[in-house]
Structure formats: structure tokens, C-alpha cells
């Protein structure tokens, strides 16, 4: 075997109907995540939703990652509805800015006319 061959990692395929590529190709398009990688973190979250269904028992360990999980989700959208608000507001001050701008030249068009 060349040391080529013994570096690449094991390839992994599946035969599977279009409906099925067609939401992976959304997920990967969704979530910029190369298709190499989506796989592997659905096999992860996968894996996750087993040890969660399947421990009666939840571990301190769990609860904890779950907590700084749900901090940082709520964290992110935060954020997420802060750069919308911003951007709303943004669009309002331009909007408020172009009308003051219409009728100032408006005064101005009058102005001439009479003048």
C-alpha cells in the first residue's frame, strides 16, 4: 500500500431517492457547510439524541453543555434581532431623511418658480 492510500480517510456513500439529495443539498446550501461536513454533524447529532433517549439519567456534565448551548443560542439571537432592529431603523432614517430631502427641494422648485 502507498503511504498515499493509507493517509485518506475511508470514503462513505449511499444510494438514496431524490427527495432525500434534494433536502441535503438545501441543508448544505443553508447551512455553508460542505457536504463532508453536514454528514458529520448529523452523525454527531445523532449520536447526541441516543445518549440523551437512552440515559434515564441525565449527567451534570449534559445538563451544563445544554445550559451554555441554550446561553449561546439565545445569545446569537439576540444578536440576530438587534441587526434586524438596526437595520429597520437604518431604513426608517432614510426613509424620514429622503422625505425631508424631497421637500426641501420641492421649497426650493417653489422658490424659483417665483422667483
Given amino acids: ?34 457536504q463532508k461536513d453536514l454528514f458529520s454533524a448529523m452523525v454527531t447529532q445523532f449520536k447526541s439524541n441516543l445518549l440523551a433517549s437512552n440515559e434515564t439519567e441525565q449527567t451534570e456534565d449534559m445538563q451544563q453543555l445544554r445550559y451554555h448551548l441554550s446561553h449561546a443560542e439565545s445569545i446569537f439571537t439576540n444578536m440576530i434581532q438587534k441587526v434586524r432592529d438596526l437595520k429597520n431603523g437604518y431604513a426608517e432614517s432614510i426613509d424620514q431623511e429622503k422625505q425631508l430631502h424631497q421637500s426641501v427641494i420641492a421649497q426650493v422648485e417653489r422658490g424659483r418658480q417665483q422667483a
Fill in 1 to 34: 500500500m502507498s503511504e498515499e492510500t493509507k493517509n485518506k480517510p475511508p470514503l462513505y456513500s449511499v444510494r438514496t431517492n431524490d427527495e432525500v439529495m434534494t433536502d441535503v443539498a438545501v441543508l448544505v446550501e443553508r447551512t455553508g457547510l460542505s
